[in-house]
């Protein structure tokens, strides 16, 4: 396949994707308690909601191994995120990138090691490759960090890119550095993001 024509069927599949995401995963309009205590939300992405959707995530991941190819060049990795917004990408992915040839391991970080039997903090059986870190959202809670802690803590090769749908800052509001990381992560994580909230019209002054 031609470049003109790979950049061309990827801009199409974002478009959709954008369009799927501005009129199903986004909560708008209604008053939602907040994460601080006395806060309210008037919006919140809500993208488990796509993420259940066989389309809407057969395109995320096909939109994924291209800002791969384009971005990090090689799939020599494994992907991880913690549960439960990155398990049905950690599932999906694998599977729709051995269509087009790539062999990638998956597994997913628990919240909390069980308490009982294995007591595993991991469901999967991770290889020795470095893992690259997924999730939904990036820049709006803890999730990747504690993704990154425990792969720490387990000896696990952490792969310097990371991979969120959605990136909750606004560039050309925020700190140009932001824009490319987590802020819970190590600076040495580039987040690779298919859109920002200036994409969706969106502004949130806590990030």
Excluded at 67 to 89: C, D, R, W, Y
Aim: with cysteine; hydrophobic share 40%.
């Amino acid at each position: 396949m031609k470049v003109l024509q790979q950049k061309q069927w990827h801009d199409e599949l974002k478009q959709w994707v954008h369009a799927y995401i501005d009129q199903n995963c986004i909560i708008r309009g209604r008053k939602m308690p907040g994460k601080r205590p006395g806060t309210m939300y008037t919006w919140m992405f809500y993208l488990r909601r796509g993420l259940f959707n066989h389309r809407f995530n057969s395109a995320i991941a096909q939109l994924f191994y291209y800002e791969v190819n384009e971005k990090i060049g090689h799939s020599n990795f494994q992907l991880t995120g913690l549960e439960t917004a990155a398990t049905p990408m950690l599932a999906s992915f694998p599977l729709v990138g051995g269509i087009y040839g790539y062999d990638i391991n998956a597994f997913v970080v628990r919240k909390q090691r069980k308490e009982y039997g294995l007591r595993n903090i991991i469901e999967g059986i991770p290889n020795d490759k470095p893992a690259m870190i997924i999730d939904d959202l990036c820049n709006s809670t803890l999730s990747m960090a504690t993704c990154h802690n425990v792969l720490i803590d387990e000896k696990i090769d952490v792969l310097p890119f990371a991979f969120a749908i959605v990136n909750k800052v606004n560039p050309g509001v925020h700190h140009p550095a932001r824009t490319k990381h987590d802020m819970y992560l190590p600076k040495g994580i580039e987040v690779i993001s298919l859109f920002s909230m200036s994409d969706f019209n969106l502004y949130n002054p806590s990030h």
